[in-house]
DNA sequence: CGAACCCTTGATTGATGTCAACATACGTGG
DNA sequence: CCACGTATGTTGACATCAATCAAGGGTTCG
């Protein structure tokens, strides 16, 4: 996969973004605020979420490095959702005007922004069929994901960190906190996974992609 | 809004995507099928659906007039799902390598696309918030948003037809089709809703958005 | 006109949310 | 470095929502 951490973007994102280091806590951007850019992700990870009128969070969205966040401000010229650094973490902003202009300049550019959008577009379809599911698949899909792109883009290490709480994947999966744990314990009791506080391994895919049918 | 069936993108459209019409149950495309267009819908309604090894359909999303579709097969090179007309219904096919030509030379065509990808990974996040909660809740705010969308972008009309089977809504919203059917008939019992088989129209949308929260 | 599909409604069952208690990890300040 | 307090995670018991199964009516299309 090309990947915008690739050597040559890696320049235009210098060129074009200020870079900002967040720590875990911080937002990039909060719900209602105006939509001016959006934020390449060089390190770390970030949720998106959103405050319903009873206060409730619900996440829509993790990113991590070579994701970009914000795309979904653009259209109405507000972010719909805040975006909370999960760890520390560097992005860099890139103005949307700025953007546009280079698309019509750098065709490289432009497709990778294409790609990006159309990864996010399948990644969120990807979680939308699963709506109906039980959340034995939905978690087991979640591990497979997290781990694809773990293995795609950061590192190839056998376990991976679980930046999010578990109420943060609960949310994201539209579960309870406890189903969260409960489903997590029970996969390791059979054998599918290894767990140790915020770091996972799979031990078995196919079990896990069994179940994600 | 701005809308790509505006008479300027009219021409543009016309100039480069090839007219398809389809009658309802037609495929645009096929999961699986190799990707190298996306699609403008020009009238008319279709759902983008997958199969499961189980050969149950996962709903993942409807589109209108002025959406474009297929453009979650952009990243991986196929289309990871199908394409079906709900009804008779018309599009422009548009090669992927002739748009990202075009976006080069013509930037309110290469905005519009991303205004139009930007909307759909709005909805799209929209929807997965709702992933949590009840289903009243879900129908409540399908209904609103698709009556938002047909003022805006289709007609004023009071009513408001739903193109797609009550299973398919269903299979969108990740709950079954009785739920879908149990809860109209409540929603209508209490005066929120008129239905008229495939026609609905809203009484009150106050009391549906205060389900929506 | 028949057949297939779609929609509605009722009864039952199962999955999962909620509440509660406890355990563990984390961060802060002494 | 320890001690405390808070946030996060785990586990159990119970209640509830919605899936499933089933039956019947309505609609569409060949």
């Given at each position: 996969?090309v990947?915008?951490?690739?050597?040559?973007?890696f320049s235009?994102a210098?060129?074009?973004?200020?870079?900002?280091?967040?720590q875990k806590?911080?937002c990039?951007?909060?719900?209602?605020?105006?939509?001016?850019?959006?934020?390449?992700?060089?390190?770390?990870?970030?949720?998106?979420?959103?405050?319903?009128?009873?206060?409730k969070?619900?996440?829509?969205?993790?990113?991590?490095?070579?994701?970009?966040?914000?795309?979904s401000?653009?259209?109405?010229?507000?972010?719909?959702c805040?975006?909370?650094?999960?760890e520390?973490?560097?992005?860099?902003?890139?103005?949307f005007?700025?953007?546009?202009?280079?698309?019509?300049?750098?065709?490289?550019?432009?497709?990778?922004?294409?790609?990006?959008?159309s990864?996010?577009?399948?990644?969120?379809q990807?979680?939308?069929?699963?709506l109906?599911?039980?959340?034995?698949?939905k978690?087991?899909?979640?591990l497979?994901?997290?781990?694809?792109?773990?293995?795609?883009?950061?590192?190839?290490?056998?376990?991976f960190?679980?930046?999010?709480?578990?109420?943060?994947i609960?949310?994201?999966?539209?579960v309870s906190?406890?189903?969260?744990?409960?489903?997590?314990?029970?996969?390791?009791?059979?054998?599918y996974?290894?767990?140790?506080?915020?770091e996972?391994s799979?031990?078995?895919f196919?079990?896990?992609?069994?179940?994600?049918?």
């Amino acid at each position: 996969m090309v990947s915008l951490m690739d050597e040559q973007s890696f320049s235009l994102a210098d060129l074009m973004g200020k870079k900002l280091t967040l720590q875990k806590g911080d937002c990039v951007f909060c719900q209602g605020q105006m939509f001016d850019s959006v934020y390449l992700i060089g390190a770390g990870s970030l949720k998106t979420y959103n405050l319903n009128s009873t206060g409730k969070e619900g996440v829509t969205g993790f990113y991590f490095q070579g994701d970009i966040v914000g795309f979904s401000g653009m259209d109405m010229g507000y972010h719909p959702c805040f975006a909370k650094a999960l760890e520390p973490t560097q992005v860099y902003k890139i103005l949307f005007h700025e953007m546009e202009d280079l698309s019509a300049l750098e065709p490289f550019w432009a497709r990778q922004v294409l790609q990006i959008m159309s990864r996010q577009i399948r990644e969120n379809q990807r979680l939308i069929a699963l709506l109906g599911s039980r959340s034995e698949r939905k978690i087991a899909s979640f591990l497979l994901g997290l781990s694809a792109k773990f293995n795609a883009e950061v590192s190839s290490a056998e376990f991976f960190k679980l930046t999010m709480s578990r109420n943060d994947i609960a949310a994201y999966l539209g579960v309870s906190g406890e189903t969260v744990s409960r489903t997590l314990t029970q996969f390791h009791k059979k054998g599918y996974i290894q767990v140790k506080g915020k770091e996972v391994s799979i031990l078995s895919f196919s079990a896990l992609q069994q179940l994600n049918v």
